[in-house]
């Protein structure tokens, strides 16, 4: 369903409801909206936020908590984004007549692309809202009616009770709308029913049960407080480091350790964990008293502390870059968190997020706005990094960007630093080993989604060492006396294994050849307060940030010029589009080259947590320089690689998508001997099997159809596409898709056709990227339309398949497509032959456009039949099973507009991994089976070509002859 059937059934004129306008939401987490809606049928109505719309189910029970228990769920046509704050009244006499209340609104996040399990009928997911929240499953069921039914379960988890919505509803004493079918209110309290007195009852058990889990929790948490106090800290320089490192965990095993899915389970908040049991029995429970003053007099007990308010707003400390950490033991190094700085005031019990550039966060993290308010003091100014962690404990800035998309529901962590206010006390002028002390005590353990950021005092060197065996991208060194102060300076030293820094954006070149939006990126740095020239970035784009980094680039055109050009720029300085110097690009590089400009610079992404004015010359001696030899002044390393924000006001995106934040850290894990060579470094997840029979995993498709795309791509390239894409491998349920969808992927093309229902956007590629684009998202089988997307309703091939029946031997399938060749021959058309990878044979016929879709359909039923009537005992031309055993079908049905057939060199989605490979005439009779090339053999044969087996195909022009 579409926004299109949203509007037709409503007449905006006469209905409070919003238009169909676009929403601007790009970088936004996806949300959720339930809504009680008073119709003539009482019902609730369920919107998940996908693909610019709000997918949409009605209800009728409303959800219920209790784990599987299942409400049905019937889809309805999508709604506007705006539509997720509609409340009141639809007038009588209109759709939907009655009263709406918004019931619950948040979050939601589900495992990969929403739209993939929108159509494989199956969507997993969580919510994180007021009363809905945790582990959830919408699963699509085969009963029929107009419109497609789903059933709504809760999955058994922290957030699960013996409540559903009407008893939320109840036990709060909500007086709700109803309707009487004509669109009139009528109010009653809670349609239900249970009687409020035994709702009373379970409200008052669940917060019973509630506390005794909350308090259990924190007598464990006290005895693992202890137990850790207690431990023995070690003396630097009494342990070898790598055991000093081992001993306190910095290498994140700590923060792992308490995110795993047990420990989740066994942790409650008595206030938040379960906000369904909360909010019945919030009359009952009561908030844990925060010990402020105990806190207070531990604060004011630091050296330096001041009795003065809290530093609500301050800005955050940044570390200067240097080649390698500070020696001594009077140096902390902390790990070098690869995620979002976030700074937090809580105050009087209320917290509020901040970015590093000051955009308000709260709406987009509640989760930790719920964790902060938990904590057990009222007041506290917090700084830390806002991450993801990986396997292995590394930061996955790739990942966190998915759970900000939607697109994953991997844990956040908020792994705090630093400590400048606690209890009303300002403690920035304590020394950092005391903030640290305090912090330490604060956050709770084990840690969950708040974590404290350990350190290891003195073993710079040795500790940066060993970060850089594990994969970790560097060290945060720290004063151990400091103070906490706004800015930048010598207190914080980063020392990275790799060279990554921030430029400013300050022009582009234009495209050559068939590059669109723009050629190159030239960036500058701020040098003695200047914006000094240092090189361009051209490459590491993928084509839809060209198309819309470009838009946003355009909007910023100046006609003065932005920096000074050195002499010796290799292109012609009228070819610059000069802009504002307002954005800034993260790039990797590898050194400085003698001219003081990067060399063999990449993008990697636009920062949305930094401004122009944040960007600073280079530090002398960095990692940069180490790389590269540069002995230049100019040719200086730039700051590290921190959280990342660009200009929202410029981009128009708060996490502005790259092909670099799609590309997973494990896509270099594929090794099937199949695969030989790299994988991809798009495709994520390539060690998973997907097919059944055979160890070929995702990666191994990737690595198949990117080595034989020049041969599959003159075929395939620029044709109307039909997919088979299977999530869960062959062993799960695969499903067929031919309209476009952005979540394909940037490289993956649409094209508008007319159909029945009016116009629709299908999907095409025309080159390698697209290809891998699709299989990123699962897709194993191609099926081309008979005709190129210029041409829609100009097929330029015929396809005829040879199914056998039941009873049919190999070679009788050889020799009918020999005598379809031949019966083709002497119609005056030359044809060639594919294994299908199934059961038979496809004889394939390119003609030279002109004739209709109905022209050629006609001319492929004709001859089958032509062939049937000639020898009924071998042929049939009807897909009646009856009439086939012994014989075989010979398929003209796949030459009708909008029919496809299997491309040569497509995988089959089949036991074993088969591949549909075009042969010569000549090869078929040493050929002995349909399905006589896998993906690896397929893969093999591919790499000895000299030729193409369809030699000519395309330049045959042949016209279709007429039955007269």
Same mark, same amino acid.
């Given at each position: 369903?579409?926004?299109?059937?949203?509007?037709?059934?409503?007449?905006?004129?006469?209905?409070?409801?919003?238009?169909?306008?676009?929403?601007?939401?790009?970088?936004?987490?996806?949300?959720?909206?339930?809504?009680?809606?008073? /119709? @003539? !049928?009482?019902?609730?109505?369920? $919107?998940?936020?996908?693909? =610019? %719309?709000? *997918?949409?189910? +009605?209800?009728? #029970?409303?959800?219920?908590?209790?784990?599987?228990?299942?409400?049905?769920?019937?889809?309805?046509?999508?709604?506007?984004?705006?539509?997720?704050?509609?409340?009141?009244?639809?007038?009588?006499?209109?759709?939907?007549?009655?009263?709406?209340?918004?019931?619950?609104?948040?979050?939601?996040?589900?495992?990969?692309?929403?739209?993939?399990?929108?159509?494989?009928?199956?969507?997993?997911?969580?919510?994180?809202?007021?009363?809905?929240?945790?582990?959830?499953?919408?699963?699509?069921?085969?009963?029929?009616?107009?419109?497609?039914?789903?059933?709504?379960?809760?999955?058994?988890?922290?957030?699960?009770?013996?409540?559903?919505?009407?008893?939320?509803?109840?036990?709060?004493?909500?007086?709700? /709308? @109803? !309707?009487?079918?004509?669109?009139? $209110?009528?109010?009653?309290? =809670? %349609?239900? *029913?249970?009687? +409020?007195?035994? #709702?009373?009852?379970?409200?008052?058990?669940?917060?019973?049960?509630?506390?005794?889990?909350?308090?259990?929790?924190?007598?464990?948490?006290?005895?693992?407080?202890?137990?850790?106090?207690?431990?023995?800290?070690?003396?630097?320089?009494?342990?070898?480091?790598?055991?000093?490192?081992?001993?306190?965990?910095?290498?994140?095993?700590?923060?792992?350790?308490?995110?795993?899915?047990?420990?989740?389970?066994?942790?409650?908040?008595?206030?938040?964990?379960?906000?369904?049991?909360?909010?019945?029995?919030?009359?009952?429970?009561?908030?844990?008293?925060?010990?402020?003053?105990?806190?207070?007099?531990?604060?004011?007990?630091?050296?330096?502390?001041?009795?003065?308010?809290?530093?609500?707003?301050?800005?955050?400390?940044?570390?200067?870059?240097?080649?390698?950490?500070?020696? =001594?033991?009077?140096?902390?190094?902390?790990?070098?968190?690869?995620?979002?700085?976030?700074?937090?005031?809580?105050?009087?019990?209320?917290?509020?997020?901040?970015?590093?550039?000051?955009?308000?966060?709260?709406?987009?993290?509640?989760?930790?706005?719920?964790?902060?308010?938990?904590?057990?003091?009222?007041?506290?100014?917090?700084?830390?990094?806002?991450?993801?962690?990986?396997?292995?404990?590394?930061?996955?800035?790739?990942?966190?960007?998915?759970?900000?998309?939607?697109?994953?529901?991997?844990?956040?962590?908020?792994?705090?630093?630093?400590?400048?206010?606690?209890?009303?006390?300002?403690?920035?002028?304590?020394?950092?080993?005391?903030?640290?002390?305090?912090?330490?005590?604060?956050?709770?353990?084990?840690?969950?989604?708040?974590?404290?950021?350990?350190?290891?005092?003195?073993?710079?060197?040795?500790?940066?060492?060993?970060?850089?065996?594990?994969?970790?991208?560097?060290?945060?060194?720290?004063?151990?006396?400091?103070?906490?102060?706004?800015?930048?300076?010598?207190?914080?030293?980063?020392?990275?294994?790799?060279?990554?820094?921030?430029?400013?954006?300050?022009?582009?070149?234009?495209?050559?050849?068939?590059?669109?939006?723009?050629?190159?990126?030239?960036?500058?740095?701020?040098?003695?307060?200047?914006?000094?020239?240092?090189?361009?970035?051209?490459?590491?784009?993928?084509?839809?940030?060209?198309?819309?980094?470009?838009?946003?680039?355009?909007?910023?055109?100046?006609?003065?010029?932005?920096?000074?050009?050195?002499?010796?720029?290799?292109?012609?300085?009228?070819?610059?589009?000069?802009?504002?110097?307002?954005?800034?690009?993260?790039?990797?590089?590898?050194?400085?080259?003698?001219?003081?400009?990067?060399?063999?610079?990449?993008?990697?992404?636009?920062?949305?947590?930094?401004?122009?004015?944040?960007?600073?010359?280079?530090?002398?001696?960095?990692?940069?320089?180490?790389?590269?030899?540069?002995?230049?002044?100019?040719?200086?390393?730039?700051?590290?690689?921190?959280?990342?924000?660009?200009?929202?006001?410029?981009?128009?995106?708060?996490?502005?998508?790259?092909?670099?934040?799609?590309?997973?850290?494990?896509?270099?894990?594929?090794?099937?001997?199949?695969?030989?060579?790299?994988?991809?470094?798009?495709?994520?997840?390539?060690?998973?099997?997907?097919?059944?029979?055979?160890?070929?995993?995702?990666?191994?498709?990737?690595?198949?159809?990117?080595?034989?795309?020049?041969?599959?791509?003159?075929?395939?390239?620029?044709?109307?596409?039909?997919?088979?894409?299977?999530?869960?491998?062959?062993?799960?349920?695969?499903?067929?898709?031919?309209?476009?969808?952005?979540?394909?992927?940037?490289?993956?093309?649409?094209?508008?056709?007319?159909?029945?229902?009016?116009?629709?956007?299908?999907?095409?590629?025309?080159?390698?990227?697209?290809?891998?684009?699709?299989?990123?998202?699962?897709?194993?089988?191609?099926?081309?339309?008979?005709?190129?997307?210029?041409?829609?309703?100009?097929?330029?091939?015929?396809?005829?398949?040879?199914?056998?029946?039941?009873?049919?031997?190999?070679?009788?399938?050889?020799?009918?497509?020999?005598?379809?060749?031949?019966?083709?021959?002497?119609?005056?058309?030359?044809?060639?032959?594919?294994?299908?990878?199934?059961?038979?044979?496809?004889?394939?016929?390119?003609?030279?456009?002109?004739?209709?879709?109905?022209?050629?359909?006609?001319?492929?039923?004709?001859?089958?039949?032509?062939?049937?009537?000639?020898?009924?005992?071998?042929?049939?031309?009807?897909?009646?099973?009856?009439?086939?055993?012994?014989?075989?079908?010979?398929?003209?049905?796949?030459?009708?507009?909008?029919?496809?057939?299997?491309?040569?060199?497509?995988?089959?989605?089949?036991?074993?991994?088969?591949?549909?490979?075009?042969?010569?005439?000549?090869?078929?009779?040493?050929?002995?089976?349909?399905?006589?090339?896998?993906?690896?053999?397929?893969?093999?044969?591919?790499?000895?070509?000299?030729?193409?087996?369809?030699?000519?195909?395309?330049?045959?022009?042949?016209?279709?002859?007429?039955?007269?």
């Amino acid at each position: 369903m579409s926004l299109r059937d949203y509007a037709r059934k409503r007449r905006f004129d006469e209905t409070p409801e919003p238009q169909d306008t676009p929403a601007a939401r790009a970088g936004k987490r996806p949300i959720f909206v339930v809504q009680l809606h008073h /119709a @003539s !049928s009482r019902h609730y109505d369920f $919107r998940l936020e996908m693909d =610019g %719309a709000l *997918k949409s189910w +009605a209800v009728p #029970k409303g959800p219920s908590l209790r784990p599987g228990e299942k409400r049905l769920a019937v889809e309805v046509e999508d709604h506007p984004l705006s539509y997720a704050t509609f409340a009141g009244d639809i007038p009588r006499g209109h759709y939907g007549a009655g009263h709406v209340d918004v019931f619950d609104h948040g979050h939601w996040a589900c495992s990969g692309d929403p739209l993939e399990g929108l159509a494989a009928g199956k969507l997993d997911f969580t919510l994180s809202g007021a009363k809905l929240q945790g582990a959830w499953k919408l699963v699509r069921t085969n009963m029929r009616g107009k419109q497609k039914q789903w059933l709504l379960m809760k999955r058994s988890d922290a957030h699960a009770a013996d409540l559903d919505a009407d008893a939320l509803l109840e036990a709060q004493g909500v007086e709700v /709308a @109803s !309707s009487d079918g004509r669109g009139a $209110r009528v109010t009653k309290r =809670g %349609a239900v *029913k249970k009687t +409020a007195t035994r #709702k009373a009852a379970e409200g008052k058990v669940a917060a019973e049960k509630v506390a005794t889990e909350g308090a259990a929790a924190r007598k464990a948490d006290t005895k693992q407080s202890a137990a850790t106090k207690s431990a023995p800290k070690g003396v630097a320089g009494k342990q070898l480091p790598a055991k000093e490192i081992a001993a306190k965990e910095i290498a994140t095993k700590k923060v792992v350790a308490g995110s795993s899915d047990a420990q989740r389970r066994t942790r409650v908040n008595p206030v938040r964990a379960t906000p369904a049991a909360a909010a019945v029995a919030d009359s009952t429970a009561k908030t844990p008293r925060k010990a402020n003053a105990s806190w207070r007099r531990r604060a004011l007990a630091l050296d330096r502390a001041a009795d003065g308010g809290m530093p609500v707003g301050f800005g955050p400390q940044l570390a200067t870059l240097r080649a390698s950490p500070p020696s =001594g033991d009077d140096w902390l190094h902390e790990l070098k968190w690869d995620g979002y700085r976030l700074l937090v005031d809580l105050v009087d019990g209320a917290a509020k997020l901040r970015s590093r550039g000051g955009l308000a966060w709260n709406a987009t993290f509640p989760e930790v706005v719920q964790a902060v308010e938990a904590l057990p003091v009222s007041n506290a100014c917090l700084d830390g990094e806002l991450v993801v962690l990986g396997e292995g404990g590394q930061t996955d800035f790739a990942e966190l960007q998915r759970v900000i998309g939607g697109t994953s529901t991997a844990p956040l962590r908020y792994i705090v630093f630093d400590l400048p206010g606690l209890a009303g006390v300002d403690l920035s002028d304590s020394a950092l080993s005391g903030r640290k002390a305090l912090l330490r005590d604060l956050l709770p353990t084990p840690p969950h989604l708040l974590a404290y950021s350990d350190h290891v005092t003195g073993h710079g060197r040795e500790v940066f060492a060993q970060t850089g065996e594990r994969g970790i991208e560097g060290v945060v060194s720290k004063r151990a006396g400091s103070r906490y102060r706004e800015g930048r300076g010598g207190d914080w030293i980063k020392s990275k294994h790799e060279d990554r820094d921030e430029f400013v954006v300050v022009g582009f070149t234009v495209p050559k050849g068939a590059r669109q939006g723009f050629g190159s990126l030239l960036m500058a740095t701020r040098d003695d307060g200047a914006l000094r020239y240092v090189g361009r970035v051209g490459t590491g784009f993928d084509d839809e940030l060209l198309r819309t980094l470009h838009k946003t680039l355009c909007g910023m055109e100046r006609k003065e010029t932005t920096v000074d050009l050195p002499d010796h720029v290799p292109f012609p300085r009228g070819s610059v589009h000069w802009v504002a110097p307002t954005l800034v690009a993260e790039v990797a590089f590898r050194g400085w080259g003698k001219e003081g400009l990067l060399r063999q610079a990449a993008f990697k992404r636009l920062r949305i947590d930094k401004t122009a004015d944040d960007v600073v010359a280079p530090t002398a001696g960095a990692g940069a320089r180490r790389a590269a030899g540069a002995t230049s002044p100019r040719a200086r390393p730039a700051s590290a690689r921190p959280s990342g924000r660009t200009r929202a006001a410029a981009a128009g995106d708060t996490a502005a998508p790259t092909a670099h934040a799609r590309i997973s850290g494990r896509a270099a894990t594929a090794t099937s001997k199949a695969a030989a060579g790299a994988v991809p470094d798009r495709i994520t997840h390539p060690g998973r099997v997907v097919f059944e029979g055979a160890k070929y995993t995702k990666g191994d498709v990737a690595a198949y159809y990117r080595a034989v795309a020049p041969w599959l791509l003159p075929e395939l390239g620029g044709r109307p596409l039909s997919l088979l894409r299977c999530p869960d491998g062959t062993t799960g349920q695969c499903f067929f898709q031919k309209h476009h969808a952005a979540s394909l992927g940037a490289a993956v093309r649409s094209v508008a056709l007319e159909q029945k229902s009016g116009t629709e956007q299908y999907l095409y590629v025309d080159d390698v990227d697209g290809l891998l684009d699709l299989v990123q998202m699962n897709t194993l089988e191609l099926h081309p339309w008979g005709s190129r997307v210029e041409a829609p309703e100009s097929p330029d091939c015929m396809v005829f398949d040879l199914d056998p029946g039941e009873g049919v031997d190999w070679k009788a399938i050889v020799a009918a497509a020999r005598d379809v060749r031949d019966k083709l021959k002497a119609a005056g058309l030359q044809s060639f032959v594919r294994l299908s990878g199934g059961k038979g044979l496809h004889v394939v016929v390119p003609i030279a456009t002109g004739p209709s879709w109905d022209d050629v359909r006609g001319f492929c039923e004709g001859f089958a039949q032509a062939m049937a009537a000639h020898a009924p005992e071998r042929y049939v031309a009807t897909m009646s099973k009856a009439k086939r055993p012994g014989k075989i079908f010979i398929d003209w049905l796949r030459n009708a507009r909008g029919a496809t057939s299997v491309a040569s060199w497509s995988l089959r989605a089949r036991k074993g991994a088969p591949v549909a490979v075009p042969l010569r005439w000549e090869d078929l009779g040493a050929i002995r089976k349909p399905d006589a090339f896998d993906l690896a053999s397929a893969r093999e044969r591919a790499s000895r070509l000299r030729k193409d087996p369809w030699d000519g195909f395309a330049e045959l022009g042949q016209q279709l002859p007429r039955w007269d």
